[in-house]
């Protein structure tokens, strides 16, 4: 099992520049999971899906976040235009359900610099 | 997240016990967790707990519950320098779902 793998692992953009976050969940979940990491805020919950169908997106920053889920093997986080306070570490997880008592495993995250 | 509080740092040698400590706010709260990250990694589930438990032990690993208190904490037996990293206690609610809430983290050092 390779886990979750995202991608890129580090991204450094100019300010107002499309940016897109790539995620493969483990094989056979069904919940995914978008977290966005900082110093000051430290792990905030984006957005969740169910079965590739967005159940709560209420962490969404703002309009300038989207996320997708296309298929179960693949989901897209995309900021547009992106901003220096976008800057930190973006990790998507997956589990295999949704109940309390199923983990969440944690891909190595995205570390987002935004200039 | 808000609701839940831990330190931000321990120091401890390597050999002697490690205990992490978090308080949580939310009473309704079904599962809670720990997970560990290191260095330029994601977060990796050590251990977990059901609400209606007191205690878990997992190896090294005890993890207590006071759920008067709203108290977790995990103690590590014979810290090891590999256990250098920062640990997160994350807690589910009563919506079924298993979307976490986490600490801040505690940044726990070994020295050797």
């Known amino acids: 099992d390779a886990g979750v793998i995202q991608s890129p692992r580090h991204e450094v953009t100019e300010m107002g520049q499309e940016v897109t976050l790539r995620c493969k969940p483990i094989?056979?979940?069904?919940?995914l999971f978008w977290y966005r990491q900082t110093m000051m805020r430290g792990l905030e919950l984006l957005i969740y899906f169910n079965n590739n169908v967005p159940i709560d997106d209420s962490g969404m920053p703002e309009d300038r976040f989207s996320a997708k889920m296309p298929n179960a093997s693949f989901s897209t986080l995309k900021i547009q235009p992106s901003e220096p306070r976008d800057s930190a570490v973006y990790f998507c997880?997956?589990?295999?359900?949704?109940?309390?008592?199923?983990?969440?495993?944690f891909g190595n995250g995205t570390r987002l610099t935004v200039t | 997240g808000e609701d839940v509080e831990q330190s931000l740092f321990l120091s401890v040698r390597e050999g002697d016990s490690s205990v992490i400590n978090c308080t949580y706010t939310?009473?309704?709260?079904?599962?809670l967790y720990w997970y560990k990250q290191e260095p330029g990694a994601g977060l990796q589930l050590l251990t977990y707990?059901?609400?209606?438990?007191d205690m878990k032990q997992d190896q090294r690993l005890t993890v207590l519950l006071n759920k008067k208190d709203k108290h977790l904490s995990l103690r590590i037996a014979d810290t090891q320098t590999g256990d250098s990293a920062i640990y997160f206690c994350a807690e589910s609610k009563m919506t079924g779902a298993n979307n976490l809430f986490f600490g801040t983290g505690t940044r726990l050092t070994v020295i050797p």
């Open positions: 094989s056979g979940h069904n919940s």
């Open positions: 997880a997956s589990s295999p359900g949704t109940n309390y008592n199923s983990p969440l495993h």
């Open positions: 939310d009473s309704s709260s079904t599962y």
């Open positions: 707990i059901f609400s209606n438990m």
